[in-house]
Structures are given as structure tokens and as C-alpha cells.
């Protein structure tokens, strides 16, 4: 917002117990007196009928417009604050100091001055954020796959009355799915074999008019933002451009290789088959007068364990067996079937369906399959049998494959590197300047694709060929399934506005990913309305601040463009970033990166919080009051810190907690004003990182830890212990460990000397 | 106990005949190798296999193993395995069938828990009770002479001492009271065994 005059009052609230455990009226002196505030009324409960009037009076006579109010955690009653019109600045006195501190005390009080200090002087740095521009609003969804999950996600999307365009790259639609005469239960009772249900969903797509089918098309390249992605579509006769405002990716999986079979025992007979190959055998139909029924009186379903293969199958590959198995039981009558099984996961409603196979008379032996020979043969070993088994008379061997996910295009030029698949965010051989120097020990040359890749590329290139700064992938986890938020956002991709759903994600059945395109969608139209109106998307949904960088200050370096974990900042042709702030889900890990601090939010910045740490009390050395700083992220690690209030856990008094949007955003400026300043120690409280990481800005608190690895020598070089400086990773979950973990933190620096930076 | 010999080929045609001819052999696919049934026999401990395991021997094939082992002939037909089983195998039944049948295809002959059964059946059928002096005399002299001589005199102590305890009687063996009752109800259940497994 343009350069109004603040108008600062703080409303001190008197309910909840805050009266009663700390002194109201040294607090009133302190925020009139040393923080200069001019106004300062205490209120029986701000939330109330008329604490909410007496604020909103203020307001509405303009001698407010920044209230900062000394309650309850900024976690709850926002919207009651917020409907006040002003600026809000919440200070925690009730989670964090009163209910997590003796009453009384002279270190509550203290704890609870400093919670104001801070929010005043956080106030004096932030602005009530203003949208940055008209949003983008296309509301066309493209859809990319034609099998039963994107035909599911046009159909869902084109009911709650969205336009769509389907692309598919054969000339048919159906996909794998479509091609089976039988399938696993989708719907309850989910027992006994369902009949495919994709004739009926394809005759739908086709008969509705707001969805365009394209089959025989790819897509060639993809720009822009949700709500604006500008993307080319190829077919054998040429190239058209469309505006999209979402893209939901259903490409489907391809069969898990055979040839990492074969030391199984694949190929040495044409009685051993994979349970795909099977599947045309049971289309073609079964019938007792065929000859077929000879070579099917033994039939052996061989589910091999193996870690390899195991994401891949990951429980639908066992369902198929078990659907297979009833599908021989019924076409032919007296079939002596079995199933052989390391780990069974027949999980959920599965239960049902491989009990009915159990009734059927299908036989499930446990065993871990050693071979399976060319006379059919299939060696057994378990344990409770004592050795290894060598059964045979068995007819056919069909074994269980997986469903490799198409994260990649097949049919594309494959990229020459894992690295360009993005399985990490930051790709080490990008080089990074500063001040126009190299600092990661780059030779400023093109980077060397070849080098120290020990991430295998996976085969095919880009399937949306993004025209992004870190590269034309939609960046993958582990075994070349989409990146996602797993437990919070499953169908978010690290590419804002591009939702993926079905096998692509994980391995599924038809009754799965059908329910998964409807959730894809529902998030792709989110998007595509939050974009309309300039707002974030998940997780700071319907947040309107954004970054802002000021290009006369910025070094180039790079580094926010190769750090955003969502591949929002590009770079223009003079080298500098270029924010596309529809894709920018506002974690402020660019604002992190930035050495020379100039990207900022108007409501979070390093200033900011650098004011807020600065304007805590630090008491002399002799005073025996350590200071500690922890800098929390704010969706798991201070919603902990307020439950463990809400329980009533104690907390050091010696803490000053800060939340922060992520530890992706904290700039290393704040740990060093905190040591400057004479804080004792320094915490950062976030989420876990790695592969199972629960960062809800995925690469945040990884990034973070990259950061922190290089303090330890700062510390050194200030002649400070390097265990000053800690991280710490929680979940929200943690409400008994975190307050532990932050306790523990504080006995430890109790016990070491002063930060000898005190008083300077 | 006997190991699976990895150089052998169990041919799964034994599970399927199982299946089809052995009383209850259809419900074995039911089970799920819980264990219950082991867990619950009172002389698991005296088997070679416990049933669980020994429904796997069948399901891999394991015809010799199977059909020579005692569990079946172990068996007491306390049921309870039957009424424990969460999915309804009928444990005892496949046991008793299991047993008649390895003594049909010759598994079992002759051994030590056939000659005990027919000593059994042998009181049973005649008294309609089981007499211990009658059943013991008859299944140790059963290996000759000389053997069943040294059984018996081995045994003479814990002899004396049941007599003592009252748990083994002299005299006349006990009875049913009406046996010629019982001797047309064996008539009859041999009748029906015929009709059905001539069908």
C-alpha cells in the first residue's frame, strides 16, 4: 500500500487469565512510555461483542490503522481481527507466555514486554499487502491423457461447469484400462469381478459438448502461469496455440520392464507371461471348449517381492492377481489356481475382494519365488516349509509386473541427465555468483551435463516441455513418480497450477484414479480461481502479498531463481529474475536466498524481523537471563508451540519465539543481528526434510539446512561456539517433544557462558 | 520332521486332489496361515506338523511328507481347532480323511499309529468302549511276540500303579449296553461310506 501515515494503537486484552498473570499496568507503561505508542486501551476480551466495538470505533474514526493486539496466538480469531478493516498485528500473550509460563513472575512479565516490543516494531515494518496486478483469469482446463483417469478429470471438470481440452497422444481413448474385459471391484460391495467402466465414461466425454477431444496430439511446449499457460499442441498436421488456466497431467504409466524379470525366469517359456500379456489372453476369452482349458487346469499367479519392483506394483499389482485368479476360476470350472505371494497387500476393500477369491477356491501360498524354471517349475522358499519347494504341474506362470510411471514422454528426446528431471531442486553445477564473483567454486562455463550425475536420467523427455528457468520437467521424487506434499497436498506437482493424478502419482487401480482425477480437479479450479484474483494457492491459500525485488540493488546471482522450489522466478535476458507471480506460492525462499536482501513482501521481510529481534530486551551478562531466539515455521512448528500451551507445557522464559512463513525465508541477516544483538542461542524449528520431507514448501526447510551448514565457520570467526546456532526439525504433531527440544536447547546455552556480544 | 528336498519336483497335482477327494479338502483354500489351529491343539507338540503347516506341505505339493506324517493320526478330535478357525476350515475332518486315505494308497502301513488305531477301532467296534488293558495288549503284541512281551513288562509299573489309582480295572472289559445297537449303526455308517465314494 502506497505511503499512508501509521497509526499505531495496542489493545492489551484482559481475558482468558492474561490480567491475572501478568501486570497489565507495567505493560500499559511500557507501551506508552518506551515503544511510544501513542494509544494503548486495555480491553476486557478483545474477541468479545464489545472489545471488537471499542477496536472497530478506533478504526472507523481513522486514528487507527494498525492494531496491534495483545491476545491469543495469530493462529485463531482471524477472521474476527481481520473483519476489523485495519492491519492487524497479533502480539501471543496467551499460548505462548500465560499459559506456558508461572504466573507472576518477573520472567512471564519480561517475556510477555518483549511479545509487544516485537509486534511494534513489526508494525513499523509491514504494510497491509495489495495485489500485484490483474489476475490472470483463463478458466479453460487442459486435461493431458486419455485413459480412465483424465477422461474422469474432463468429465469432473466439465460438470462443475469448466471448458476443457483433452489431449491424447494415441489415436484412442481408454488407455490401458480400456483395453481389459474385467476389472477390480471400484464399487461396493467391491466383491466379484466389475465390468470395464470405460466404454460408458468414454461415450460421456464424447457426447459433452465443453470437452474437446484431441487425440493423436502431444503437447510441445508450455508457458506462462496458472491461469494463463500458453501452451502449443502437436498433431501430424501442425502446431496450435492455446490459453489454458490449469493443467491436470493423467499420463498414465507403461508396463514395468520385463527384462528385470528375466533372472526370475521370464522368457524361457512361452507359458510364463506377465500379467499384462495375461490380460489379452483373458480378453481373448476363455472358453472350456477351446483348447485353451488343458494349459489352464494349473494355474500359478507369481507376485515376486523385491524392492525394485515394489513402488511400482504397490498393492494394485496384487489386486490384479487376485482378479486374474478369479477370472480363470470362473471361465474354467475345477482350475487348481494359485496365487504365490511374498507380501500380499490386498489393502482397504481388497480385503473383500481376495477373500471372495479365497471362497472361489484360489489358493494363496506365501513363499518368496527363487525361480521359475522353463519346465514351469516354480521354486518356492519359505521358512515355515523349511527350505526351498520346487513345485510343479503347474500349466502357466503369470507374473506380477508394476506400473512405471509416465512422468517422462516416451516417444521424446530423453533428457541427458537426472539432474534435468529435478529430482533435487538444486543442481549443484549451476554456477552462483555474487557480487559478480563465483562463490560455489563454478567455472562460469555452460554446466557440464555429464559430470557427477549419480541420479540415472529416466528415459523420455518432457511430457508439458515447460519453458521454465529450471527446466522443462515437473520435477519427480523417487522412482519417477510426481513430486507432491504426500500427506497435505497430494495432488500438488511443484509446478504451481499443474496437478497430476492416477498412476502418475502412484501406482492405482481404475476405482483409485478415478476418485484422484475428481480431487486433481477440484485443486486445478482452485488455481485457476485463485489466479483470477491474484491470490496464493495452498498452503498461504488467498494470501495477496508477493515478492518484490528491487532490480537496482540485485547482483544477478541467481540464486532465488535456482532455489525457488516452484519454479516461479525466471530470468530475463539480462540476467535478472523475473517473478511470474501466479506460480509464486509466497514461501519467501527467494527472500532467503537473496544475499543482498532485496527481495521483500510488504508484510515479511528481512528488515522486519530483523526490527523484531532487535527490539527485544537483552538483559546484561551478569543479569544470568540468557536470550534465545527460534525462529518457527509457521505451519508446523509454532501451531505446536501454541498446543503445547493450550496443554499447559512450560517453556523456558528465556525464549523469544518468531514465526517465520518458512525456513526456506530465514535470511542469515537474523541470526546474525541475534548474536550482534547479545542472544545466547539461536534455534530453527521447522519441518522434516529429505525424501519423506513434510516442508509444506517442499524444498524449504532442506534449503534451510544447506544454509545452516555454512554458519558454523561464521560462528567461528566470530569467536562463538558453533552449537550456538541449531536447527531442529518437528511436526505438528510434536506438541510434547518440541517444548522439550527447546528446553533442552536452553539448558544447554544456560550453561554455557554469555554471548560475550551482550552490551556492545 | 522331514525338509522340502530342493532337488525333488512336488507336483502340485497332490493339492488338487486333495482338494477334490479329501473330506473338507475344499475349504482349504480358506485358510490364511494364521496358526490358530496349532496354537490351539493339545498335542501340537507331539506332531510332526501342526495342521497349519501341514495344510502348507499340501498346498506345495508335499505328498510324501504329508501322507507319512503322524499328525493326522495324533489327532484326538477335541475340535478345537475347528471351532477356532477364523475361516471355517474344518481342521479335524481334513485330518480324520487324511488319515483313512494314507492307509487306502498304502502310506501307512504298517506303523506305529496304524497299529495303535486298529487296536482303538479293534475296542471300540467290539465293546463299543475302549478297554486300556485290551487296547495296549492288543497294539503292543501287534509287533510279535517276543516284542510285545517286552513292551508289556516294561509297562508293568505304570500298570500297577493306574490299577491302583483306580484308572485301569480288572475283570471283565466295560460295555455299551445295547450292542447290537451299535453294531447297526457301524453297519449302516459303512453302507453310506460305500454309496458315497462309489459315486
Known amino acids: 500500500m502506497a505511503a499512508t501515515e501509521k497509526k499505531q494503537a495496542v489493545y492489551l486484552c484482559e481475558g482468558c487469565g492474561i490480567s491475572d498473570a501478568i501486570s497489565l499496568d507495567e505493560l500499559e507503561q511500557a507501551v506508552t512510555g518506551e515503544m511510544r505508542v501513542p494509544l494503548c486501551r486495555r480491553i476486557d476480551a478483545c474477541c468479545g461483542e464489545d472489545g471488537l466495538a471499542q477496536i472497530k470505533k478506533d478504526i472507523d474514526k ?13 493462529r485463531v480469531m482471524c477472521e474476527e481481527f481481520d473483519a476489523l478493516g485495519a492491519q492487524v498485528i497479533r502480539a501471543n500473550l496467551r499460548e505462548q507466555v500465560i499459559w506456558s509460563q508461572p504466573a507472576g513472575d518477573e520472567n512471564t512479565q519480561m517475556l510477555a514486554t518483549d511479545h509487544v516490543r516485537m509486534a511494534v516494531a513489526k508494525a513499523a515494518k509491514t504494510e497491509k499487502p495489495a495485489a500485484h ?19 474422469s478429470a474432463a468429465r469432473e471438470a466439465s460438470k462443475t461447469g469448466a471448458d476443457v481440452v483433452l489431449v491424447e497422444k ?3 481413448l481408454g488407455g490401458w484400462a480400456g483395453k481389459w474385459s474385467k476389472h477390480i471391484p471400484y464399487a461396493s460391495p467391491y466383491r466379484g ?8 465414461l468414454i461415450k460421456e466425454v464424447m457426447g459433452d459438448k465443453a470437452i474437446t477431444v484431441k487425440t493423436n496430439t502431444t503437447v510441445a511446449r508450455t508457458e506462462g502461469g496458472p491461469g494463463e499457460f500458453a501452451v502449443q499442441l502437436q498433431n501430424g498436421k501442425g502446431d496450435e496455440w492455446d490459453v489454458f488456466g490449469a493443467i491436470v497431467v493423467a499420463t498414465g504409466w507403461r508396463p514395468y520392464d520385463t527384462a528385470k524379470l528375466e533372472p526370475l525366469g521370464y522368457g524361457s517359456s512361452p507359458h510364463i507371461v506377465t500379467d499384462i500379456e495375461f490380460e489379452d489372453i483373458l480378453s481373448a476369452g476363455l472358453s472350456k471348449k477351446t483348447k485353451k482349458k488343458k494349459s489352464l487346469d494349473v494355474v500359478a499367479f507369481v507376485i515376486p517381492g523385491g524392492a525394485d519392483r515394489m513402488p511400482y506394483s504397490s498393492g494394485v499389482s496384487d489386486r490384479v492377481a487376485i482378479k486374474q485368479a478369479l477370472q480363470v476360476v470362473e471361465a474354467v470350472p475345477g482350475a487348481m489356481v494359485y496365487v504365490i505371494y511374498e507380501d500380499l497387500r490386498a489393502h482397504g476393500t481388497a480385503e473383500e475382494f481376495y477373500r471372495e477369491a479365497q471362497e472361489a477356491g484360489v489358493v494363496f501360498q506365501k513363499g518368496e519365488v527363487i525361480s521359475i524354471s522353463s519346465d514351469l517349475t516354480v521354486t518356492v522358499r519359505d521358512d515355515l516349509l523349511g527350505g526351498e519347494v520346487p513345485m510343479s504341474g503347474i500349466d502357466m506362470v503369470v507374473i506380477s509386473t508394476g506400473m512405471v510411471p509416465n512422468s517422462t514422454d516416451i516417444d521424446r528426446e530423453p533428457s541427458q541427465s537426472g539432474a534435468d528431471q529435478l529430482k533435487d531442486d538444486i543442481d549443484p553445477r549451476v554456477p552462483i555468483t555474487f557480487s559478480g564473483k563465483l562463490v560455489n567454486g563454478g567455472n562460469g562455463a555452460e554446466p557440464d551435463k555429464a559430470a557427477d550425475d549419480d541420479e540415472p536420467a529416466l528415459p523420455g523427455g518432457p511430457i508439458l516441455n515447460l519453458q521454465y528457468r529450471q527446466g522443462p520437467h515437473i520435477p ?13 497436498f497430494p495432488y500438488e506437482t511443484r509446478r504451481t497450477g499443474i496437478y497430476t493424478c492416477g498412476p502418475v502419482r502412484r501406482a492405482m487401480t481404475v476405482g483409485e484414479a478415478r476418485q484422484d482425477a475428481q480431487g486433481a480437479v477440484l485443486k486445478a479450479i482452485q488455481a485457476m480461481r485463485a489466479a483470477d484474483e491474484s491470490l496464493a494457492v495452498h498452503p498461504r491459500s488467498g494470501d495477496l502479498s508477493y515478492p518484490k525485488i528491487n532490480h537496482d540493488i540485485c547482483t544477478k546471482c541467481r540464486r532465488c531463481t535456482v532455489e525457488c522450489p516452484f519454479g516461479a522466478i525466471d530470468e530475463d535476458p539480462d540476467g535478472r529474475p523475473h517473478i511470474n507471480f501466479s506460480r509464486c506460492r509466497r514461501c519467501g525462499t527467494c527472500m532467503g536466498a537473496c544475499p543482498v536482501r532485496t527481495i521483500t513482501f510488504d508484510n515479511y521481510n528481512p528488515q522486519m524481523v530483523a526490527d523484531m529481534i532487535g527490539a527485544v530486551e537483552v538483559p546484561d551478562e551478569f543479569a544470568e537471563k540468557p536470550r534465545i531466539l527460534v525462529l518457527a515455521c509457521e505451519n508446523d512448528a509454532y501451531p505446536a508451540l501454541d498446543m503445547a500451551g493450550i496443554n499447559r507445557r512450560q517453556l523456558s522464559p528465556y525464549l523469544r519465539i518468531i514465526p517465520v512463513r518458512c525456513l526456506g525465508s530465514v535470511t542469515m541477516l537474523w541470526i546474525s543481528t541475534a548474536l550482534e544483538k547479545g542472544f545466547d542461542g539461536v534455534m530453527l524449528m521447522g519441518c522434516k526434510s529429505g525424501d519423506d520431507y513434510q516442508c509444506h514448501f517442499i524444498k524449504g526447510s532442506g534449503i534451510a539446512e544447506e544454509r545452516m551448514s555454512s554458519v558454523g565457520e561464521t560462528l567461528k570467526s566470530m569467536m562463538l561456539e558453533e552449537d550456538r546456532v541449531v536447527m531442529e526439525e518437528v511436526s505438528i504433531a510434536d506438541s510434547v517433544r518440541a517444548p522439550q527440544v527447546l528446553n533442552e536447547f536452553a539448558d544447554k546455552i544456560g550453561a554455557m557462558p554469555p554471548n560475550p556480544f551482550k552490551g556492545f | 520332521m522331514t525338509a522340502p528336498d530342493a532337488a525333488r519336483k512336488y507336483d502340485l497335482g497332490f493339492a488338487r486332489w486333495v482338494r477334490d477327494n479329501v473330506d473338507g479338502g475344499d475349504k482349504l483354500s480358506m485358510c490364511m496361515q494364521c496358526g490358530v489351529c496349532s496354537g490351539s491343539c493339545p498335542i501340537g507338540t507331539q506332531m510332526d506338523y501342526g495342521p497349519r503347516k501341514l495344510f502348507m506341505m499340501i498346498r506345495a505339493g508335499m505328498k510324501e511328507e504329508v501322507m507319512t506324517s503322524n499328525t493326522m493320526w495324533s489327532c484326538t478330535s477335541c475340535y478345537r481347532c475347528v471351532v477356532r478357525c477364523p475361516r471355517g476350515v474344518p481342521v479335524t475332518y481334513i485330518l480324520q480323511d487324511l488319515a483313512a486315505k494314507s492307509v487306502e494308497l498304502g502310506y501307512a502301513n504298517p506303523n506305529d499309529n496304524t497299529r495303535f488305531s486298529k487296536s482303538f477301532w479293534w475296542s471300540a467296534k467290539t465293546w463299543g468302549r475302549t478297554d486300556e488293558r485290551l487296547v495296549t495288549a492288543r497294539y503292543y503284541f501287534s509287533f510279535g511276540l517276543k516284542e510285545g512281551m517286552r513292551r508289556s513288562l516294561d509297562n508293568l509299573k505304570i500298570a500297577y500303579c493306574m490299577i491302583k489309582a483306580g484308572r485301569m480295572h480288572l475283570g471283565m472289559p466295560h460295555k455299551v449296553k445295547d450292542k447290537k445297537g451299535l453294531q447297526a449303526i457301524l453297519k449302516k455308517a459303512a453302507e453310506i461310506e460305500q454309496r458315497e465314494s462309489g459315486s
Open chain 1, 476 to 488: 519427480i521424487l523417487a522412482n519417477g513418480f510426481a513430486d507432491s506434499h504426500y500427506i497435505c
Open chain 1, 170 to 172: 494415441t489415436g484412442e
Open chain 1, 62 to 74: 481513522g486514528e487507527v490503522t494498525q492494531a496491534i493486539i495483545a491476545a491469543c496466538s495469530p
Open chain 1, 193 to 200: 469381478l466389475q465390468e470395464n467402466p470405460l466404454p460408458d
Open chain 1, 133 to 151: 496486478g490483474p489476475g490472470a483469469s483463463s478458466m479453460k482446463l487442459l486435461v493431458v491423457g486419455g485413459g480412465v483417469t483424465g477422461l
